[in-house]
């Protein structure tokens, strides 16, 4: 089993350009995790990502700045049609990406098989959170680190990463998903997307704003899901972070918006045997990427250093979803 | 303080010339940076009006490659749009050159969108991954872009920060 791990934390931090990538890189992240523009990858948005041609140049740029690349291949591959994960999976082995990032089983067997020197990363798509999962995950395709579902306290990361033998990722920053991550049909009903097939949560094309009378509304589909007055921060509009009517009372029945900022657990999850620390958030931007990667940079180095990082806890509040922020699972009570 | 916007009157001598001058960028970057062009996909064909709330004129980009063009139009003018992105001046700008995170300006309700949310968002990603600067936009000649550029970054910090 793992034995006590103590080396630095290290910091992965999405990139959905490739000024992004350099963005995150030079904010400070060890490594950087981008996707293709197609639907193997879970942020398949208009005018993000990747061009195949680009990964070679993007890992040679990375190495020499002493990062690393990875390519995330995290959607599921569609019965009777895997050409394109097979070909993004070909694609990442030969511009010798560092990892990929994939939650499929197909994906996961096909990269295996064909690239064993290809390095696996589990995706949190593929929510596997208990010993038995990660070890079927480890022993079947060789998978060297495992991104966690974002449900689980730092109590029971630690007990976790006792008893598996592979890498583990916790996410410490961006936005969160309440599901079962990977298993989440909410888009699917409401949109033709999918972010587990198409690789698009509440596809933009399904998303609208209008305003009247000092107040947006946010629809998704055919579904108004929230109000906002004028001066009320918003959230995505996601049905999860939606405002439902209940007893005649609107609340966030399944999530408030709010981000994770898990920056206060860095000891906490370090202690608990976690190897890295991920940012959520491709489609964010340069701007999103250089500020969160600035702060967690610094926070990572004042741990290693014996200081407190609680200076740094308010760096990245205005950054929050609906500008609140939130722990999470990792100070759970509720269970 | 702010100072209340001029009329849109007082520009009209020179949206014409400005509309013309914005046209010819666009289309020199068509031939240039024909990538950020192919990044915007289908939302080639669209039309995004960009309001600065501050500004009695807004502006209507239709990328279409080599017949893409910005019209200048008056804040008022009644113009069909795919989607209308609003905003101060100075915040339209930081996302332009991506010194401004768009969700954040958008939860805070800096910007505002009207229409086609898609088309807005393959913008922002072309442009985010164009790293295209205010010389990209006025067609200067590309030995002196670095330097008027820096120059002009140096401004707009002081601009948004409130330095004199």
Not at chain 1, 152 to 166: F, G, H, M, P, W
Request: proline share 6%; charged share 20%; with cysteine.
């Amino acid at each position: 089993m793992a034995s006590p791990k103590r080396k630095k934390l290290e910091l992965v931090c999405p990139a959905g350009s490739v000024p992004m990538m350099r963005a995150a890189v030079e904010g400070g992240a060890d490594s950087v995790y981008c996707g293709l523009q197609d639907e193997t990858n879970a942020r398949n948005f208009p005018g993000l990502n990747l061009e195949a041609a680009d990964l070679p140049a993007a890992v040679r740029w990375t190495r020499e700045k002493g990062g690393k690349l990875l390519l995330a291949i995290n959607t599921f591959a569609r019965a009777g049609n895997t050409a394109a994960w097979q070909k993004a999976v070909d694609s990442a082995a030969r511009s010798r990406v560092n990892a990929i990032i994939a939650a499929d089983l197909g994906v996961l067997a096909y990269a295996h098989s064909v690239w064993p020197d290809l390095r696996l990363h589990l995706s949190v798509q593929a929510a596997a959170g208990t010993p038995q999962a990660i070890a079927f995950y480890a022993q079947a395709y060789g998978v060297k680190r495992v991104v966690l579902p974002r449900v689980l306290s730092v109590e029971e990361i630690a007990r976790l990463t006792k008893s598996v033998d592979v890498e583990i990722e916790a996410f410490v920053y961006g936005g969160l998903c309440v599901m079962a991550e990977g298993r989440c049909a909410l888009s699917s009903y409401a949109t033709p997307g999918s972010p587990n097939l198409t690789g698009v949560c509440s596809p933009p094309e399904s998303v609208s704003f209008t305003e009247a009378h000092g107040t947006m509304t946010s629809r998704l589909g055919e579904f108004a899901i929230d109000h906002h007055a004028a001066n009320e921060p918003a959230g995505y509009p996601t049905l999860c972070k939606g405002r439902f009517v209940l007893d005649e009372k609107p609340s966030y029945l399944f999530e408030d918006p709010v981000s994770l900022n898990a920056m206060d657990m860095l000891a906490g999850l370090r202690r608990a045997g976690v190897t890295a620390v991920k940012v959520e958030g491709r489609q964010r931007g340069k701007a999103y990427v250089s500020r969160v990667a600035r702060a967690f940079r610094l926070a990572i180095d004042a741990l290693e250093a014996g200081e407190p990082t609680a200076p740094y806890a308010d760096l990245l509040t205005d950054l929050a979803e609906g500008r609140r922020e939130t722990s999470g699972a990792y100070k759970k009570s509720w269970r | 303080m702010v100072l209340p916007s001029p009329p849109t009157w007082l520009f009209q001598p020179v949206m014409a010339p400005l509309s013309a001058m914005l046209t010819a960028s666009v289309r020199r970057l068509a031939t240039e940076r024909p990538e950020v062009f192919r990044r915007l996909g289908r939302f080639q064909q669209a039309a995004f009006l960009i309001c600065p709330t501050d500004l009695p004129f807004a502006f209507k980009l239709t990328p279409l490659t080599q017949q893409g063009a910005i019209k200048v139009v008056g804040a008022a003018d009644r113009e069909a749009y795919s989607v209308r992105i609003s905003g101060t001046f100075m915040t339209l700008l930081g996302l332009f050159d991506g010194t401004i995170d768009a969700d954040s300006s958008f939860f805070a309700g800096h910007i505002k969108m009207d229409g086609a949310t898609d088309a807005a968002l393959a913008l922002h990603n072309a442009l985010e991954a164009a790293e295209l600067g205010p010389g990209d936009i006025l067609g200067l000649p590309s030995p002196l872009k670095p330097v008027f550029d820096k120059m002009f970054a140096g401004l707009y910090t002081r601009a948004r920060h409130g330095v004199a």
